[in-house]
């Protein structure tokens, strides 16, 4: 695994990097550009990622616990099984975004652009999902407990199988789960 925890990498071209297994604990890619990087199982867990671009990127299994990835863009980036807990993400662009079986525990993604995206499975659990778009989606099986969905547009989005306790929705709040 290659350390590169707290390294400033702000405004570096790492387009297409091949980085699987790395150590970016607490690094600085603010304004970096990872499009279609590979971060495999890496570990961003604190690092800054604001205004960085990860179109395309492969960050399957990959842990940003707590990191900031506020106003980037990754686009159609692959988030299978990701660890995004606690992590800030206010305003990215996630759109056709795949985070199959990610984990999202009380993730904060106000005003993210979901369009598009794949949350077959997510664990939303304490999410702030408020005010995002997510259209012609998938929630599929998604744990929503705990999470607020206050303003977001789900048009067209699929819902069905979700866990809903004390979640927040759009159109008001559901305890359809809770105590099963």
Request: include cysteine.
């Amino acid at each position: 695994m290659a350390n590169l925890s707290g390294v400033d990498l702000r405004g570096a071209n790492l387009a297409g990097a091949s980085m699987w297994w790395t150590d970016l604990t607490d690094a600085d890619l603010s304004g970096a550009r990872l499009d279609g990087a590979s971060l495999w199982w890496a570990d961003l867990s604190a690092a800054d990622l604001t205004g960085a671009t990860l179109k395309e990127a492969e960050l399957g299994r990959a842990k940003l616990r707590g990191a900031v990835v506020t106003k980037a863009h990754l686009g159609s980036a692959d988030l299978s099984g990701a660890d995004l807990t606690e992590v800030d993400m206010t305003g990215a662009d996630l759109t056709w975004g795949y985070f199959y079986q990610a984990t999202f525990t009380n993730a904060v993604l106000k005003g993210a652009d979901l369009d598009n995206g794949n949350f077959f499975q997510a664990n939303l659990t304490g999410a702030d999902m408020r005010d995002v778009r997510l259209t012609n989606g998938t929630m599929f099986g998604a744990n929503l407990t705990d999470a607020d969905f206050t303003g977001a547009d789900l048009t067209d989005t699929d819902q069905g199988r979700t866990i809903l306790c004390r979640t927040v929705l759009p159109n008001g709040r559901s305890d359809r789960d809770c105590g099963k």
